[in-house]
């Protein structure tokens, strides 16, 4: 009777809802352990790793994975999972990771279209600017598509070569003795540096790399609201692709100058205003600064020092609902005369002594409190 096949998942020790992520994880764990060079002579563990290796080809597949979800093992009849070839792990990679680079892998190299780099780029604002938005203009310089050759490499009337040792593939197989016996591992091309192709008449102007530094000038708008910190991205405004990939983007950041007047905490304003005895002890009509000007308002008889005053939609505008702002809050610092005259001193004096512990209510609460606590 032929042995019964263990579960996919079962082997692999993951759950039916794994991500291919884990899928991967899982078999790297158990190729780990159980590959033939790392085991010689055992036969055990060449069938684990075979196991292993026919249930990762089959569940690393999103069709062949739903196939066997739907029909189990008999789904798979005829698919020919055999041998080491079912799964796609570069061993060079799987031994590197074990021994720290010692047989020469690394990660797979893509031989399809990939974005370009993004690139990052300081802005820095006047505190106005960032609260209200502002146009601006940037330049910058980036690595581009050389406009001589148009990325190519080679010089005008020719073009490159696919590479004879590759094929074209970039990448090269190659035996190598190894403490557990020949190992066919994966390396970049020495011909062509893993490009796939050779440039036999390079282009002068970016020595055949393809590309060259140019300076370009971006104009952006600045929505208003945004803070230090802030990132805007611009699409397509990064490095050129590789083997015909997009270009990547541009992310400007955001830095806002502080401002001499006023503080930001996130989308409201704060600042500090400086008034008289006179007029915190009366009251007055007094200016209170926005970043939209000047507001009049009373502030009322007895106001104390720190005392504060909050003006509704006077602060920033919010990133997402410009309609929207934040508050502006005023702080109210009382500031004691000084260089006084002896004149004022005296009718400062005779003043004074008018007054009682009923004009001074926080004044007399203090006292209290010390005299309930030391009883003097």
Do not use: W
Not at 30 to 46: I, S, V
Not at 228 to 236: A, I, Q, V
Not at 282 to 294: C, K, Q, S, V, Y
């Amino acid at each position: 009777m032929a042995e019964q096949k263990r579960d996919y998942y079962e082997v692999l020790g993951v759950n039916k809802g794994a991500t291919d992520d884990e899928l991967k994880k899982a078999y790297r764990n158990l190729a780990k352990q159980y590959h033939p060079d790392l085991n010689p002579n055992d036969k055990a563990a060449e069938a684990k790793f075979k196991e292993a290796n026919e249930a990762y080809a089959v569940l690393s597949d999103g069709e062949k994975r739903r196939q066997y979800d739907q029909f189990g093992h008999s789904g798979m009849d005829g698919q020919g999972f055999s041998g080491f070839s079912g799964a796609d792990i570069d061993l060079g990679d799987l031994f590197g990771s074990i021994f720290g680079g010692a047989f020469g892998g690394g990660g797979r190299r893509r031989s399809g279209p990939e974005q370009g780099s993004n690139l990052k780029y300081g802005l820095t604002l006047e505190f106005m600017e960032a609260a209200f938005g502002v146009d601006k203009t940037i330049s910058i310089s980036k690595e581009d598509t050389c406009d001589v050759c148009s990325g190519s490499g080679a010089a005008h009337g020719s073009s490159p070569e696919t590479c004879p040792t590759c094929k074209g593939s970039g990448r090269v197989q190659q035996q190598t003795q190894t403490l557990f016996g020949m190992t066919m591992v994966t390396r970049d091309c020495p011909s062509c540096s893993g490009r796939g192709t050779i440039i036999r008449t390079p282009c002068t102007a970016c020595n055949g790399r393809g590309r060259r530094i140019k300076k370009k000038d971006l104009s952006i708008h600045v929505p208003a609201g945004v803070n230090t910190g802030d990132m805007l991205p611009l699409k397509g405004e990064g490095e050129p692709g590789l083997r015909g990939g997009p270009y990547g983007d541009l992310y400007i950041q955001f830095k806002v100058r502080p401002h001499p007047v006023f503080d930001r905490r996130d989308n409201n304003t704060f600042c500090d205003i400086p008034i008289t005895f006179a007029q915190a002890a009366l009251g007055a009509d007094i200016e209170i600064p926005t970043i939209d000007g000047n507001v009049t308002t009373h502030i009322k008889e007895g106001t104390q020092p720190f005392d504060t005053y909050t003006i509704r939609g006077k602060g920033i505008p919010y990133k997402n609902r410009p309609s929207v702002r934040g508050d502006h809050t005023s702080r109210f610092v009382l500031e004691v005369p000084s260089h006084l005259t002896d004149q004022q001193k005296e009718q400062l004096r005779s003043f004074e002594s008018t007054l009682t512990d009923r004009n001074y209510a926080k004044r007399e609460s203090f006292f209290k409190k010390v005299k309930d606590i030391f009883g003097k």
